[in-house]
């Protein structure tokens, strides 16, 4: 049996007469960029979320760029956030001139320690960056609650989180602003990248809707910020609204197969994820840890069963960013969880014996 880790083709399959239809109507209107359809899902994606503004972007990457723009956030100051993390998170803090403090990941949910923000906070911070990894938020109300305590904002990387909530409160509510990614392989995945901004604060809506069309004021031609290009095409929009109408009934179905998991996997053999009290979880992934990870991965390759690594280095060992750290051994548990984490699959096409024979295997790794 083969068991995909990701099927981006089996999502069109399912919709193809639909997205067959939009797409053809999106290339023969000659309205490609900002039309009606990009304009529809920045009303529906808000709406779900609970925001009064989405602002829609060429890629998550732009998102968070341009969150940090509108932020204000430059040369001199220092954003909070974690080393185990895609690239994107800290890569944006330090195009701006920013510097990244990478704070220690609790060993439960892989995302920021609450309890160890105040330690790096300085003169110099401005902002808290928490990243709601996998499908959960991260300790949000901690977060806020120190975030008030000493004037820092908070810009949400969630990137993986559309759809998750704390007690029914959306990722995006609880900072100035909030970045959403479109890419293909998330639980609401373009045909390509897109990525959106939501956030509840009129003014910061106005300078992201700036800044992604080269940073042109309310009237034509008429420049007030550095800018860039970064709209979020036609095409791209109507795909995701077609696919925005399964996308509760994908992420039910990723919430059973993390279930069934949850049920089946021996947690004496392989360390489990675990939900925050309060959060849902959309399961964009079910990451497992074990110290033979990376035997368990070949082994499950035998098999037939993808896996993924997320993330194998953490960003404080990569060149561009180690001065941002303090080398080896800084950040041990970020470094320990980074040597054991694997995540299998849980996507929305597979089927329940599909799951039962992942089982069945990582189990087999272990009692052979």
Same mark, same amino acid.
């Given at each position: ?95 701006? $001139? ?25 003169? !110099? ?86 800044? !992604? ?13 550095? $800018? ?12 995701? !609204?077609? +696919? ?94 980074? +040597? ?26 272990? !009692?052979?």
């Amino acid at each position: 049996m083969r068991i995909p880790f990701y099927d981006i083709k089996a999502q069109y399959t399912e919709l193809a007469t639909q997205i067959d239809t939009v797409v053809h109507e999106v290339v023969s209107s000659g309205n490609y960029m900002l039309g009606p359809h990009h304009n529809a899902l920045e009303t529906e994606i808000a709406a779900l979320h609970g925001v009064k503004h989405a602002i829609g972007l060429n890629s998550g990457t732009d998102a968070l760029r341009i969150m940090l723009d509108a932020s204000q956030i430059g040369h001199g100051d220092e954003v909070i956030t974690t080393a185990f993390t895609f690239v994107a998170s800290a890569e944006t803090i330090v195009q701006t $001139g920013a510097t990244p403090v990478f704070v220690e990941i609790d060993p439960d949910t892989f995302m920021i320690d609450p309890a160890r923000i105040e330690a790096a906070i300085t003169p !110099r911070t401005k902002a808290i960056m928490p990243i709601h990894l996998f499908g959960q938020l991260s300790h949000i109300l901690t977060i806020q609650e120190i975030a008030t305590k000493h004037g820092l904002l908070i810009l949400e990387d969630a990137a993986q989180a559309i759809g998750s909530h704390h007690h029914g409160v959306y990722a995006g509510k609880f900072g100035i602003s909030s970045a959403l990614s479109f890419y293909v392989t998330k639980n609401l995945g373009a045909a390509g990248d897109a990525g959106m901004i939501l956030t509840d604060d009129d003014e910061i809506a106005y300078l992201c809707k700036s800044i !992604r069309i080269h940073g042109m004021g309310r009237e034509r031609y008429f420049y007030d910020h550095i $800018g860039y290009t970064s709209r979020l095409d036609e095409v791209q929009a109507a795909i995701l !609204r077609v +696919k925005l109408t399964k996308m509760l009934e994908w992420n039910e179905k990723r919430v059973a197969h993390a279930s069934l998991y949850l049920e089946e996997l021996d947690c004496n053999l392989v360390r489990l994820p675990k939900t925050l009290l309060g959060n849902n979880h959309t399961w964009h992934q079910f990451t497992i840890q074990t110290p033979r990870r990376d035997e368990l991965k070949a082994y499950l390759a035998e098999k037939g069963v993808d896996s993924m690594i997320y993330y194998p280095v953490p960003l404080h060992f990569h060149k561009p960013y180690a001065e941002y750290g303090n080398g080896p051994g800084s950040l041990p548990i970020t470094e320990k969880v980074s +040597k054991e984490v694997l995540s299998l699959p849980v996507h929305q096409h597979l089927q329940p014996e599909q799951i039962q024979y992942v089982i069945e295997q990582v189990h087999g790794f272990f !009692r052979a």
